[in-house]
Nanobody
Framework: VQLQASGGGLVQAGGSLRLSCAAS????????MGWFRQAPGKEREFVAA????????YYAESVKGRFAIVRERASATVYLQMNSLKPEDTAVYFC?????????????????WGHGTLVTVSS
């Protein structure tokens, strides 16, 4: 399984970015997908998750109301729309495919990980 994340970059506080994660359709179409992030010197943390059919989503409290996760099953792509970005959102963002069809906030539930994409928010 390959997951390819893209869309990171440098943005000013208050700005927006959309991250994309292209997955192997055959192996991830029935799996929940998630986004995690890791800031320098910190542990990887949960950001958002979506279940297999896109009908259920979960968000970390720190991003609720600002970020939105959606999946496009036809293209096996998961997006993370990030609005009202803050400097504390600066991190490497990773997409991951869960072992399960239901959404999960737990890192150990995710078995496939893509390379990260760096998001830098300047103040």
């Amino acid at each position: 399984v390959q997951l390819q994340a893209s869309g990171g970059g440098l943005v000013q506080a208050g700005g927006s970015l959309r991250l994309s994660c292209a997955a192997s359709k055959r192996t991830t179409s029935n799996n929940a997908m998630g986004w995690f992030r890791q800031a320098p010197g910190k542990e990887r943390e949960f950001v958002a998750a979506i279940n297999w059919n896109g009908g259920d989503t979960y968000y970390a409290e720190s991003v609720k109301g600002r970020f939105a996760i959606v999946r496009e099953r036809a293209s096996a792509t998961v997006y993370l729309q990030m609005n009202s970005l803050k400097p504390e959102d600066t991190a490497v963002y990773f997409c991951a495919a869960s072992r399960f069809s239901r959404s999960s906030t737990t890192i150990r539930d995710y078995q496939y990980w893509g390379h990260g994409t760096l998001v830098t928010v300047s103040s």
